[in-house]
């Protein structure tokens, strides 16, 4: 596979290692979500035939964390984002 | 021996002769030829031996489809099997042997199988070796494993070198006959970059093994024309002898090429094989079309070949399969074997088409509605006997037989992912169906496409229409006239009523009955018929044989061949040598070595060394007289305690972690606080995975502010620093906060015992005295009257200990000058062996404690998690399962008779209770012998440990035979209030 990163362009995915499902980024609140919550974030996830985005991670290379929208189906990529970038709207989001 | 059988024309040398050897025989052959068929020229048509009924065999087809010659290739180290004959280029001097056989070709013991055939049909494995359970392993295993496989490796390492390489282009073409390189013209003469690559040594594909004319040359001459023109175009690239494997994903195509197979060995400096890893987002699949035979009694004998195969052989290879031949056939195609061999001086005796009705050759006997219904001719063919249209029977005397079922495009690449392949009436085979890789096109025979003018045509087609999403637009250029017959067949697959085996993968000797008995145990899907038959698998993967099963399975059910469908079509194409996939990852070059700064200097005092990952460390350092490797470690451990030892810790993981909300962050990766760090000191921390479990551990220090560095262990190097930039990115990414891994960086050295100070004393220009640097103390010194050094004042062994850091150049130098002052001490380097019993003398954990599946409070570190601040995995840690007060706790495990051996792995019993799973208090993780106390000492888990300290119980291993009474006691064997730390 190719994943066409946001900042170095088309990159072969062996340069990279991957994580999962994107979702992981909307980690609940320590504080005041509890354990049911975080036991849902961590465990429950779908595993859809289709569209998924998931995060790979960039080690044998910039070390950016990547979220990739991957269609499990067919391998097609339609979306690379940085990571961090998603993060921080998710962070403006709430 | 002459060549007997060499007939005139065909594109080999004739200037040229080489010689070669068949088990032990010596023959001639030309430049051109294959092994297949210069042996065919010299009038051998025995070549092999089928695989479970070790049935005489020659060769089926003339390309890499081939069933049934195969044959083992050189001797000694480079000795290869099951090579296909069929493709295998003749050198000056190969050898090459039969296999499967003994004694001889001619004459096997193991042909008994045939006589024996009622008993080997299909699931007779599953269904003989059953019972006794017992038998399996000693007795049936050996003997299945002995009658199994057919050629034998040379259990020598292959002395040849592979390599793997990286190609991008703008179109890559699979397959140069008519389709590919008229698709490969079309694009080269447009200037994009194209690779042309095919798996033959001659590019030309059917066009070299008919007699039909292209425009006005001879079909050969207008390949050869071609490729010369494609040979001169700097932006296309040939690639002969390279098999397409599969397609990859998103336009990565993997392909073999046979760089020195057609050489005695390779050429200095070149690799036997190159695997290449081609980029092509546009891709033209042109492989052309497989004959398929048909099923009748017998009909797997040598001398009985396809078709087309027999016209190759005769017109590309001028060698003709026998004198006097018959054909039959269902398809037109097969009629043109006929013409050509009768065209060379053949003697056509017959052509038996099974159709009724229609035009006759002429001037060949050429019988209409007939069959072949059965052979004769032990190891070659002999005889045919035929059922003419109104039922007579009658016998022939012909030497060989051409056959011809009809033609299948070769899907396979456009089914690699999972595109099913569609079923077309009209040519009665499968043709690539919709979605196949994305990018890939198909043109000529592959599509379905049989005819030359055909191949030509959507060659050029498809070549236009990437030109055209390329940007380049081109005027097609005129094609030449060529051959353009329709497709006329009609179905025949098995000749029924005999009741003899009729063979429908020889390769498997899968026979029309396997096919019926598989039908009636009800393995009717054509997954379930593959495994239960075996149809289809091995070397050719059933590339003549499975349409034909398929076929045969949809009479016996009722179904229609769409219906029952095909098997899953998987890379690669045709089997690949591991070596190809190796490449250069083998021997010492498998993985890379990471070498300790100390490496040289330990080297040269003759240390033991251990992989410790990819790195390779001191395990103990041996002195003269020590014989075991006990010796050296204990005295490596009491030199350590009694004065001073120094070990390289440089493999542990090393992250500079910086920012202004450094220790905001390493709170959130810590399940204790580190934010509230002074500057000058350390701490031990503790990271959690999300689920509560423990990641891993490790000191970290404030060396500023807003400047820490962390240590992790040695495994965890690489995966907690990729942890961290996880939790710095995608969990926390408005934290000023930036990391650098530094492992590489320093050389640390750990300089531990009594003495530890005194010997750093003579290098560190700066005052580390107990006032001056107290225990976890931590700082940016200088050494050596100036080099910047780091300095940290932990201790894993439990003694008065430092670790001391310098760049990484220094490394070896601080070695040298460690040992150097250290001689007035009795220094001592201790390896992995010694800090291992010093560090479960003192009760830290280690990997074996660490092993994913532990929480803090199994370790006794419950309290560590702090409950006030958001870190990873302190929710989860918390929950039901994680927290119960009798869950395993860290123990230490002394044996009560101190000679008594404990191994680890061994579990905890009560005493007295059975050595069931009902009874497992836990176990033993790590197991040492401390020279301390003069007995082996272990950590381990205990169910409610904590709680059973003083009690006796008993380790016990099933495995190594250990059940040894045990006493538990604190981890902490040694200095449990550590004054010696603080020293």
């Not at chain 1, 429950?44 to 569209?51: E, I, K, V």
């Not at chain 2, 008229?182 to 590019?203: C, H, K, N, Q, W």
């Not at chain 2, 083998?586 to 990952?613: D, I, M, N």
């Not at chain 2, 040695?714 to 990391?739: G, I, K």
Request: charged share 20%.
């Amino acid at each position: 596979m190719i994943i066409n990163h946001p900042i170095l362009g088309p990159r072969d995915a062996q340069e990279f290692v991957y994580l999962g499902d994107a979702s992981l980024m909307n980690r609940p609140d320590t504080m005041t979500a509890g354990i049911e919550a975080f036991h849902d974030w961590l465990y429950t996830r779908d595993n859809p035939a289709g569209l998924h985005r998931e995060l790979w991670y960039h080690e044998q290379g910039d070390r950016s964390w990547l979220v990739v929208t991957r269609n499990t189906l067919t391998h097609e990529i339609t979306q690379v984002e940085l990571a961090r970038d998603v993060a921080l709207a998710l962070r403006r989001s709430k | 021996m002459t060549q007997s059988h060499r007939i005139a024309g065909g594109q080999i040398d004739r200037s040229t002769t080489l010689r070669f050897s068949f088990d032990g025989q010596s023959f001639a052959a030309h430049p051109g030829d294959t092994l297949a068929s210069a042996l065919l020229a010299n009038g051998v048509r025995l070549m092999g031996r089928s695989f479970k009924y070790h049935r005489p065999r020659g060769p089926l087809s003339a390309g890499s489809e081939e069933p049934n010659a195969l044959v083992e290739l050189r001797t000694g180290a480079r000795r290869e099997p099951n090579t296909r004959a069929t493709v295998v280029e003749v050198f000056d001097g190969l050898q090459a042997s039969s296999q499967n056989r003994w004694p001889s070709l001619r004459f096997d013991a193991m042909a008994i199988n045939d006589r024996l055939n009622s008993f080997f049909t299909a699931g007779f494995y599953y269904k003989t070796f059953m019972w006794p359970a017992s038998f399996w392993e000693k007795v049936y295993e050996p003997i299945i494993r002995r009658a199994a496989g057919l050629g034998s490796l040379s259990r020598e390492e292959d002395p040849d070198e592979y390599d793997k390489g990286f190609l991008h282009c703008d179109l890559l073409i699979i397959g140069a006959g008519p389709a590919g390189l008229m698709a490969a013209l079309t694009a080269g003469r447009a200037g994009v970059r194209v690779i042309l690559a095919d798996e033959d040594f001659r590019m030309g594909g059917r066009l070299n093994a008919e007699t039909h004319a292209v425009g006005d040359q001879t079909a050969a001459s207008w390949a050869a024309a071609a490729v010369a023109e494609l040979a001169s175009l700097p932006n296309v690239r040939l690639m002969p002898r390279t098999t397409v494997l599969g397609p990859m994903d998103h336009g990565i195509y993997s392909a073999v090429e046979r760089v020195s197979d057609h050489l005695p060995e390779p050429l200095p400096g070149k690799p036997r094989q190159t695997l290449w890893r081609i980029y092509s987002a546009r891709a033209i699949l042109a492989g052309g079309a497989t004959e398929r035979p048909i099923a009748f009694e017998n009909n797997d004998r040598p001398g009985i070949m396809l078709a087309g195969a027999m016209r190759a052989y005769a017109n590309r290879w001028g060698a003709k399969a026998g004198d006097r031949i018959a054909v039959f056939t269902n398809n037109d195609d097969g009629l043109r074997t006929a013409v050509d061999m009768a065209s060379k001086g053949v003697d056509v005796v017959a052509v038996i088409d099974s159709r009724e009705g229609g035009d006759l050759l002429p001037g060949i006997r050429h019988l209409r509605g007939a069959v072949v219904t059965d052979t004769a001719g032990r190891l070659g063919l002999t005889g045919i006997t035929l059922r003419q249209a109104n039922g007579r029977a009658e016998t022939l005397q012909v030497d060989a037989l051409a056959v011809s079922g009809g033609w299948n495009p070769n899907v396979n690449i456009t089914s690699h992912h999972r595109s099913k392949p569609r079923w077309d009436e009209g040519l009665l085979a499968f043709v690539p169906g919709e979605g196949g890789p994305s990018g890939l096109s198909v043109a000529g025979a592959a599509a379905g496409v049989m005819s030359t003018q055909g191949a030509l045509h959507t060659g050029q087609a498809q070549a236009l229409a990437v030109l055209e999403s390329l940007g380049r637009l081109t005027k097609p250029a005129d094609l030449p006239q060529a051959e353009d017959a329709p497709v006329r067949i009609s179905p025949l697959w098995h000749v029924a009523g005999g009741k003899g085996r009729a063979w429908i993968d020889q390769q498997n000797d899968v026979t029309v009955k396997d096919v019926v008995l598989a039908h009636q145990e009800n393995f009717t899907s054509v997954e379930h018929l593959k495994r239960y038959t075996t149809l289809g698998m091995a070397t050719d993967q059933g590339k003549t044989g499975n349409v034909l099963g398929i076929a045969v399975m949809a009479g016996l059910t009722g179904q229609t061949i769409p219906e029952t469908g095909t098997t899953i079509y998987r890379p690669p194409y045709t089997p690949v040598a591991m070596g190809a996939l190796a490449g250069r990852s083998r021997g010492p070059e498998f993985k890379p070595v990471r070498l300790t700064p100390s490496h040289l200097w330990a080297k040269e005092q003759g240390a033991v060394f251990v992989e410790v990952g990819n790195w390779l460390r001191t395990q103990w350092l041996p002195k003269p007289g020590e014989t075991t490797w006990r010796q050296s470690v204990d005295r490596e451990v009491l030199a350590t305690r009694r004065s001073v030892g120094i070990c390289d810790v440089t493999t542990l993981g090393k992250i500079d972690i910086q920012g202004t909300d450094a220790g905001a962050f390493l709170d959130r990766v810590y399940a204790n606080t580190f934010s509230t760090l002074p500057v000058g000191k350390c701490r031990y921390g503790l990271m959690l995975r999300e689920d509560g479990m423990v990641m891993d551990d490790g000191t970290t220090a404030r060396l500023g502010p807003h400047e820490y560095v962390m240590t992790t262990t040695t495994a965890n190097a690489v995966p907690v620093f990729r942890h961290l930039e996880y939790v710095r990115q995608c969990l926390f990414p408005d934290m000023d906060v930036q990391l650098i891994s530094t492992t590489e960086a320093w050389a640390q050295y750990s300089v531990a015992g009594p003495n530890a100070r005194k010997l750093l004393e003579k290098l560190v220009d700066q005052d580390i005295s107990d006032a001056a640097f107290p225990y976890m103390a931590a700082g940016h010194i200088t050494v050596c009257g100036g080099l910047r050094a780091r300095l940290f004042r932990i201790s894993f062994s439990g003694e008065l200990a430092y670790e001391i850091a310098v760049p990484t150049r220094y490394g070896d130098a601080l070695i040298r000058r460690l040992m150097q002052e250290g001689a007035a001490f009795d220094a001592v380097v201790y390896g992995t062996e010694a800090l291992g019993v010093m560090r479960v003398e003192k009760g830290h954990v280690a990997g074996n404690e660490l092993n994913g599946q532990s929480t803090a409070l199994n370790m006794g570190l419950g309290k560590m998690v702090s409950r006030k601040k958001d870190s990873i995995g302190m929710v989860l840690s918390q929950r039901d399962g994680m927290t119960e007060p009798d869950g395993y706790r860290l123990v230490g495990v002394k044996p009560v008779d101190p000679a008594r051996a404990i191994s680890a792995g061994s579990h905890f019993l009560e005493i007295g209770a059975a050595p069931v799973a009902a009874n497992d208090g836990g176990w033993l993780t790590s197991v040492v012998y401390s020279p301390h106390l003069n007995s082996q000492i272990a950590l381990g888990y205990l169910k409610a440990g904590d709680q059973k300290i003083g009690r006796r119980m008993r380790a016990v291993n099933l495995l190594t035979k250990v059940d040894t009474e045990v006493e538990i006691v604190s981890p902490h064997f040694l200095d449990p209030m550590g004054e010696r730390l603080r020293g």
